[in-house]
């Protein structure tokens, strides 16, 4: 954090000190929430949770270096006491990003947030100091503590804002006001809680509403291929720049195609000059992703070229999306269990068929949470593409969503061993410890709730076990 002292944070939060003997003692290190976290120079921020309550570690962090704890009562130790702590957290937030001279950059949408939130921090570092949403800390919480991360140097911020409901996104940007928004698209992702698509679109759409206007440097990127985000350019008075496939995108792509790895090829066009790439990332989601991030780039100044080459060079920073990983005995394992909606599951069997291809592939999938009463016909589509798309094998695990995708595959013309259905993320395992041989490619992916990363890693460990009794 830019540093500040006790008195200035207290002053901005509306709180009382306590227990602190010299309030001009400043914050100089990183604001956190986890004790463990804690460095010399921090602020722990004390929340009280369902299991553990942070004001009990009030010692433990102070001992351990923090300076104060931001907490909701007093602790014994120096603090700064408010009604609510998160809300103190907010105001400190906004505070902060207002002395920055950062730009702010916010992305929201249904699928593939974290994935181009990445890919932004991996070609804007390039040009200038970033700092970034760690994972998939899009809430009121972890967006704060992002932004309270940034110091002097940070030139651009970049923050990836989830919702859940109505409203959530305008609280968002209350705290940290970007001059760019960017809305990578309208899903089917939490719509059981939502209510339906045009209510994930006005949930999404209040990004754009927050930014300032075109006069004062405010930008909307959005994206051409998807109706309900490209209406939203009536609902802002930003500057509007278009990415995606379609003709009347600024930003786009031509020539798109998959590598036999799964990997996206394209040449990438901007309003300034066109270059061609391959990603390093694999599956043809990546390719509007990268579209997203290039047109927050272009914006930024940065020319075709750059852009193109930090985007062929762009890793996978957060875990177990796409993440591959190459067996010793010649199984490649995709461990794609982060989480899963219709877009995704389609994009990642797309990216199994061309790796498999001439290879013999596997789909372990579970289910697809909260999609509400589309449930039933997004599995049944979802078993059936897989057949389509000739995947030789398709494992459903779990309960009743499980067993959609299976009747779906079947009816598809899938016959015999070619769809099973197994009850859990065990027999799953042993299923495919006992099936798999060298050559196989295997996708691994489901919801969040259904934890199937675990058959990703025990596949992997598998292979470690087989090197090891190899040598
Ligand atoms: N543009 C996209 N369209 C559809 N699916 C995508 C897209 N980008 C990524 N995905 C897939 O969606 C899943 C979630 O990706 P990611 O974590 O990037 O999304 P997110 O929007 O941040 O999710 P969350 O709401 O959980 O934070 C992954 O399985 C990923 O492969
Ligand atoms: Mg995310």
Redesign the pocket.
């Known amino acids: 954090m830019i540093a500040l002292s006790l008195a200035e944070i207290a002053a901005v939060v509306g709180g009382q000190t306590h227990d602190i003997p010299d309030p001009s003692v400043q914050v100089t290190g990183p604001v956190v929430r986890d004790s463990r976290e804690v460095v010399p120079g921090s602020l722990f921020a004390a929340f009280v949770g369902e299991r553990v309550d942070g004001h009990d570690y009030a010692r433990a962090v102070t001992e351990a270096g923090a300076v104060a704890v931001l907490a909701s009562r007093p602790v014994g130790v120096p603090a700064i006491v408010v009604e609510d702590v998160q809300t103190a957290l907010g105001a400190l937030a906004r505070h902060v990003v207002r002395r920055l001279g950062a730009t702010l950059v916010a992305l929201t949408?249904?699928?593939?947030?974290?994935?181009?939130?990445d890919l932004i921090a991996q070609v804007l570092r390039r040009k200038a100091p970033t700092v970034f949403t760690p994972g998939?800390l899009?809430n009121e919480i972890g967006l704060p503590l992002t932004a309270l991360s940034a110091t002097e140097e940070t030139r651009f911020l970049v923050l990836?804002m989830?919702a859940r409901g109505i409203g959530h996104i305008r609280y968002l940007t209350g705290l940290t006001p970007p001059r760019i928004g960017l809305v990578?698209?309208v899903?089917t992702?939490h719509i059981g809680e939502f209510g339906g698509r045009e209510q994930i679109a006005q949930a999404k759409g209040e990004l754009v509403e927050a930014l300032p206007p075109a006069e004062e440097g405010g930008v909307a990127v959005l994206n051409a291929d998807d109706p309900l985000v490209r209406a939203m350019a009536s609902r802002t008075k930003a500057k509007v720049v278009l990415f995606g496939e379609s003709a009347e995108a600024d930003v786009r792509a031509e020539n798109v195609r998959l590598t036999d790895s799964g990997q996206p090829s394209f040449t990438l066009h901007t309003p300034s000059g066109a270059s061609d790439l391959t990603m390093r990332l694999y599956?043809e989601?990546?390719v509007?992703?990268a579209l997203a991030a290039a047109a927050v780039a272009h914006e930024l100044g940065m020319s075709a070229e750059e852009i193109a080459t930090a985007l062929s060079e762009a890793g996978s920073l957060?875990r177990w999306?796409?993440e591959v990983t190459e067996r010793p005995d010649g199984v490649t394992i995709v461990n794609?269990a982060?989480?899963?909606?219709p877009?995704?599951m389609r994009?990642?069997l797309r990216a199994l068929a061309a790796m498999g291809k001439g290879r013999r592939t596997w789909a372990v999938l579970g289910k697809m949470a909260e999609l509400g009463d589309e449930a039933l016909a997004e599995h049944d589509a979802v078993g059936r593409l897989a057949v389509r798309l000739n995947v030789s094998k398709l494992v459903a695990v779990g309960g009743i969503e499980a067993s959609w995708l299976q009747l779906g595959a079947y009816n598809e013309g899938s016959w015999g061993e070619e769809s099973v259905h197994v009850s859990d993320a065990q027999a799953a395992i042993d299923l495919l410890r006992s099936e798999l041989r060298p050559g196989d490619v295997v996708l691994v992916?489901a919801s969040?709730s259904v934890g199937l990363e675990s058959v990703a890693q025990a596949l992997v460990e598998t292979g470690a076990e087989g090197e090891v009794a190899a040598r």
């Not at 949408?109 to 939130?117: E, F, I, M, R, W």
């Not at 982060?338 to 909606?341: I, L, V």
């Open positions: 949408g249904s699928a593939g947030k974290t994935s181009t939130k998939s899009n990836e989830g990578l698209n899903g992702a599956g989601h990546h509007s992703n957060s999306r796409m794609d982060y989480n899963a909606n877009e995704s994009a990642a992916k969040r």
